[in-house]
């Protein structure tokens, strides 16, 4: 399989609604909202020929190591409010009104930070939170859940076993991946993430940078790259190329794209990027994605690994799943890329933006990649 697919269905700009500033003022309204950094890691571009790289950098969000906070915050705030008619002014008086609807449950399957997010909210508010999570989870990812004072239940089966069985549960269900009869939610989460744009947007301008040309943007269910699309291609004025990745071991929605209607993945699609390892795309991403993404990048273990590597002697802390975007943009440098960067004439003029959504989300990981030139062994 290549490692590549040019999407020929894309378009510069897509009709969806523009994203308001209404998820970047929820957050700054929460308790220890800081905007993630926004790196400039020029000798890289410069090296390899380019204009610029800046790489977003989610490893703290407030204080979780993970950008996924910032949907399931926007999310559960809103599906809360609907539900019980709650009016409030501040974060203290919308818990009170909470403890008064007596037992309130979130629920929610994950692969780690989502779950995590969830979690961390429910805490937030006085709530208890059920998190589903497949066999195959790290042990650090199910303490750092349970941290958060949620229920971890482990499923015999993979993500999208864990999601099938999240979906079934007497609670308010706060899940990022959309399926039938149930994509309102998982659309609230993804204008959580516009709060990230938002951010980008000023510090660019605060430093005086030139925007984006090219964008690459981790997949997984669809729901943060639906995000990404949203704002670049409907809400800002300028249309980057947008370029979406994937590991090598878990192509859903390169497949789906390719066979132009939603697939699942068959057999095991494990990768060491446990945030991107899904087997089905969200049926609210598949359309924005068959619109909006310019072309689909496919990474292997190694490559995160290598990738995570690099961005620690920027002194940039990004996980396996963090990593996979920076990893895509190194494949893209290389010379199996020269087919895609001839196809979007990108040149030495070229400005990059990548996201690392995560940190060290695997401390032990995390330490093994820092302290081996062996990487295959980790896989």
């Given at each position: 399989m290549s490692n590549f697919l040019i999407n020929s269905r894309a378009q510069s700009s897509i009709n969806l609604p523009p994203f308001s500033t209404r998820a970047l003022e929820f957050h700054r309204s929460l308790p220890v909202y800081n905007a993630s950094p926004l790196h400039s890691v020029k000798n890289i571009a410069e090296f390899y020929g380019y204009n610029n790289i800046y790489v977003k950098d989610e490893s703290n969000r407030f204080t979780l190591p993970a950008f996924k906070v910032l949907g399931a915050s926007f999310a559960t705030f809103k599906v809360l409010e609907q539900k019980f008619n709650i009016k409030y002014s501040t974060i203290d008086e919308f818990k009170s009104e909470l403890a008064k609807c007596g037992g309130l449950e979130l629920v929610t399957a994950t692969d780690g930070n989502h779950g995590r997010a969830v979690a961390f909210i429910a805490r937030l508010l006085g709530?208890?939170?059920?998190?589903?999570?497949?066999?195959?989870?790290?042990?650090?990812?199910?303490?750092?859940?349970?941290?958060?004072?949620?229920?971890?239940?482990?499923?015999?089966?993979?993500?999208?076993?864990?999601?099938?069985?999240?979906?079934?549960?007497?609670?308010?269900?706060?899940?990022?991946?959309?399926?039938?009869?149930?994509?309102?939610?998982?659309?609230?989460?993804?204008?959580?993430?516009?709060t990230m744009f938002w951010e980008i947007e000023e510090q660019l301008s605060t430093n005086d940078l030139p925007n984006p040309d090219v964008i690459i943007a981790p997949i997984g269910v669809g729901s943060f790259i639906s995000a990404v699309i949203q704002f670049y291609k409907s809400t800002s004025p300028y249309h980057p190329i947008i370029l979406g990745v994937e590991p090598k071991k878990a192509p859903c929605a390169l497949e789906s794209i390719r066979q132009d209607l939603i697939i699942t993945l068959k057999g095991r699609y494990e990768s060491v990027m446990a945030g991107l390892s899904c087997g089905r795309i969200s049926t609210i991403s598949f359309p924005i994605l068959r619109e909006g993404v310019d072309a689909f990048l496919l990474v292997s273990d190694e490559q995160a690994l290598k990738a995570m590597k690099v961005l620690a002697k920027q002194n940039i802390v990004s996980g396996e799943s963090g990593a996979a975007s920076f990893a895509a943009l190194v494949l893209l440098f290389s010379e199996e890329g020269s087919q895609i960067r001839e196809y979007y004439h990108i040149d030495d003029s070229t400005n990059f933006l990548v996201f690392s959504t995560e940190g060290a989300t695997d401390p032990f990981m995390y330490s093994k990649v820092m302290n081996t030139n062996n990487l295959k062994e980790l896989i």
């Open positions: 709530l208890k939170a059920r998190i589903y999570v497949p066999k195959h989870t790290k042990e650090s990812r199910i303490r750092a859940i349970e941290s958060e004072g949620a229920q971890v239940i482990i499923i015999n089966g993979n993500y999208d076993k864990a999601v099938e069985i999240a979906s079934k549960q007497d609670a308010i269900i706060i899940q990022d991946t959309g399926y039938v009869g149930y994509e309102d939610i998982p659309k609230y989460i993804v204008e959580g993430y516009s």
